[in-house]
């Protein structure tokens, strides 16, 4: 059998050494590098000025972004119902300690009454002389009066201190016919006090129908006169004195003849406290 021949491979040729590259050519020395010319596409673009503003601090505004807008309400409102909310809290404690005084004053002076039972005085009219009155002249009259009232202080504790300021005015059919004042005085307690004052006037002219009634009643000798008096007094608990109240006299009187010895025929007083 004939023997098979293979062929022998071939040495590898050797491979080509690369050529070494030239190196570059230094210029010489004080001589600069030339740089090759920028594109003008990437020439940066020259710095824009800047400038600094100066404000004063109270000159400055801000505002608030959008997005915070929705809280800045919410917290504003909260805010006002907070204030909104104390304010009716304060009114409401105030409300409270004001009804609790009043409660307070009230028990004490219910307190007071029960103690002191407290009673107006009584009145009555004692005497009356009348002057000056000629119901057969035209001419002018000047009318005066000579007044006695008897007053009756029946309370066991308390007295009454009668102040400055009280009137008293005698009319007929509501024509007044003379003014005088209240004299001021203590009344101790259960005490009988007769207050004796004058009442003048002057330049009263009666008109004719008044005129003819009151002659008539003179005829008849039941002359009607009204009697009324304002009294301004405090009265006394112990050693306490209560404001001033003002306690008001209406008598009704019937007297014989417009004369100074008059005489009275009937009388009534009420006396009640005046609280306007």
Not at 61 to 77: G, M, S, V
Request: proline share 10%.
């Amino acid at each position: 059998m004939a023997d098979r021949v293979h062929p022998e491979p071939s040495p590898p040729s050797p491979s080509p050494s690369p050529s070494p590259s030239p190196s570059p050519s230094l210029p010489p020395q004080g001589e600069k590098l030339a740089m090759p010319p920028a594109d003008p596409i990437l020439k940066p673009s020259p710095p824009s000025a800047s400038f600094v503003i100066q404000l004063p601090k109270d000159q400055i505004y801000r505002i608030p972004p959008p997005e915070n807008a929705y809280r800045f309400n919410f917290y504003t409102r909260r805010a006002a119902k907070r204030q909104r909310g104390s304010c009716r809290r304060c009114v409401f404690f105030l409300f409270i300690l004001l009804s609790l005084l009043f409660i307070f004053l009230a028990a004490a002076l219910g307190i007071v009454y029960l103690i002191f039972l407290p009673k107006l005085p009584s009145f009555s009219i004692e005497s009356l002389s009348i002057h000056n009155i000629n119901l057969s002249s035209s001419a002018a009259a000047s009318p005066e009066v000579d007044l006695s009232i008897r007053s009756e202080n029946s309370n066991k504790k308390n007295g009454i201190y009668y102040r400055d300021g009280g009137s008293i005015v005698i009319d007929y059919s509501g024509e007044v016919l003379c003014r005088g004042e209240w004299p001021s005085f203590h009344q101790g307690k259960r005490n009988v006090t007769v207050v004796q004052t004058a009442l003048k006037s002057s330049g009263i002219r009666f008109a004719d129908d008044l005129r003819g009634s009151l002659t008539a009643a003179v005829n008849r000798r039941e002359i009607p006169l009204g009697i009324n008096a304002e009294l301004p007094m405090r009265m006394r608990f112990g050693a306490v004195k209560i404001w001033t109240i003002t306690v008001k006299l209406q008598c009704d009187v019937t007297v014989n003849k417009l004369t100074a010895d008059a005489r009275i025929r009937n009388e009534s007083c009420r006396a009640k406290v005046d609280v306007l």
